[in-house]
């Protein structure tokens, strides 16, 4: 493990495209009818995410993934012979969320829900899932609290990857990338995600440089517009890098107030998750060599991945916008629905039923946006991490990365059966030798 | 040192700048109307939202990007068409009903106007382009500071002295006063009482439009900006006092440069300290540091 870590850091490019990916694609073929042993009449998918508020922009992005999905599958024949029909359902608070959940489920009769962001949401809906006995398939939603899983032995829920990977992804690429760094400076949202990334990158960048201080963090409100007080106080601090969970709007608004303050001409900087709003970090005010992460999803990671480019063609002539990380989530869920219960039916001959299909989930591994991904036997979502160093050098008003770092979440999140800190101590232990 | 204090100084400022159009016409409305207006933070959203719009029209037409503040004003006052619609259309058959309605009415307001947002705009982000920092930035001791919060700054202090003006020194603001005393006083005297409200909100509103137009350069647009805005207008009411500009003015001031402090000091005591101080002015002070006892 230590070794391919190593070498992956070296690496700006992954070993995943395997011979046949034009057929990735499917054939156009007419839509026919469902094959033997398959009911008739649509495959219903219930689809969450959220529509409003700040967490919208990734959630609309996962819904015209699954919808641009639906299409090229109906297009293609749908699965079985079955069309594919979308429910789609608003992601709100906890309580509303298991409703509109329980309403696909007994309701609408959807053989699977697919979609949730919100770790508070998905630790409701993990539950509820196990209750009522729908299979459901998170985008990015754990069932974590803190750095803790708490439904470890869930059935019908596939979770999604553990929310500090991108901190760690973080944490392992300024190792690599600033190895002389002596003080960092911390800035994320208020709540667990942006506390429990600040922690899981204290951790693991300590590992690697056991020399460097950390100031206490500092948290602001999810949806704040104004950094102009707490880049004063990062500033303050004097630090050699700052480090930000931000993953949305908040990601452009302490860049372009930066800026006016000439604060990353002084400081590195290490945004671990703000690739998934990369068209709003514009040029003039994002500078060259800050560390971005892109999540799941990098749109132009290769040009040699047939199911990326054309998805990234199909969504920026229906949205006028590139692919963030959630359009993966929300992919690869669907994918792998599909694969499974193709994988059943090659096995029956029948339709399978919902137990059936979870178990041929566990260690499915599909073709998705970003390469093959996959569940693990713990139903925990796989996928690469994609982290880089921001650059000027292309075509759009807006930064991407170069050189490309793919860290791949087999070695950046914790093994089933093991806490964060059991993982991290046994880390460590390896580290020093 | 003197860097970190004259950070902390500008940031607060700027903040307290932003916050004190808001607040103002949030005062103006209550204290002519005796309407809590929550929807004052939609109307700060809605100007930044058309901001973008003018200034992305501006720049495509060849205009040069030190002058966007003039597109940025027009939005905001361009907005003004949406108070006397709002108030002819709503507002006014609440004038006699209980606050609680009028409060619902507001919110319920803020929140369409935010659907509304969406519906336009979408749920991405929004911002403008090349002209935050076309202006450059200034060292002042040590300090950077973008000229263009300075601008917002003065165009704050502009705007605060031309309220002053208006209220203190022509006859439109000693009616203003007048129906702000005793508005059945005023009716009495011929003041067309629904004239002077229909004016007052178009000025409430475009205070608002006018501060989210002019902040937008410095920040991001999101559908959501209204709400978290309000928070804040509402505590810079409650200390300086409901209804009183210079309370306003002064709150504004108080709550900006405390955020930048805690920031700096503590950050995790950002909110508590400005709560703390809206809790001490509730119970020794409720009328506000400014406001009048009723």
Known sequence: MEKNRREFLKTAGVGVLGAGAAALLGSQKAFAAPAKGVPKGP???GIMGFQAGVAAVPG????????????????????????????????????????????LTIKEKCDVVSGILSTGNGQAVGKEAEKIKQLWLSWDGTTQKGLIETQPKAFYGFRSVDNELEAVAGAITTAKVFPNIKKVAGIGNDYSYGRNCWAAYKRVLSMYNPGVRFEEGIFTKLGETDFSAAIDALAAKKPDLIMSSFWSGDTSIILKQAAGKRLFQKVKGCFTTGGGVHDTLKKEFTPEGLILGYNSLYFRWTDNWPLLNEFTKIYHQKHNAYPVYECCHAYFTLQAYKAAVEKCYGLTGQWPTKEQVVEA??????????????YRQDNKQECCFFMGLTTHKNSYDFVTIDPVYILPSAMIQKPEGYTFDQWATAWEKKVKG | MVETIVNILFSGIFHASVLFLVAAGLQLVFGVQKIFNLACGSFYALGAYLGIVFVKYFLSVGGPPVLAILPLLAAGFVLAIIGPIIERGLLRFVYDRDVHFQLLLTFALLLMIEDIIKLIWGTYPLSTQGVYLAFGILDIFGA???????IVIVASIVIAGIMAHILSNTRFGRIIRATSDNNEMAQALGININNIYVKVFTLGTVLGTIGGALVIPSTAAMSEM?????????????????????????GALLVGILKSVSFAVYPELEMLLIYIIVIVVLVFKPQGLFGTAT
């Not at chain 1, 499915?364 to 093959?372: A, D, E, K, M, R």
Request: proline share 2%; aromatic share 6%; net charge positive.
């Open chain 2, 144 to 150: 950077s500071i973008p000229v263009y919060n300075l």
């Open chain 1, 361 to 374: 989930l566990r260690g499915i591994n599909v073709p998705s946006l970003s390469g093959y991904r996959g």
């Open chain 1, 43 to 45: 495959v219903k998918i």
């Open chain 2, 226 to 250: 209204a709400v978290d805005l309000i928070v804040l207008a509402f505590a810079v009411v409650v200390i300086g006092g409901l209804g009183s500009m210079k309370g306003a003015f002064v």
């Open chain 1, 60 to 103: 609309i992005a996962g819904i015209r993934a699954a919808q641009i999905w639906a299409d090229q599958i109906n297009k293609a024949g749908g699965i079985l012979g079955r069309k594919v029909k979308l429910k789609i359902e608003e992601e709100s608070k906890a309580k509303d969320t298991v409703e509109k959940f329980k309403k």
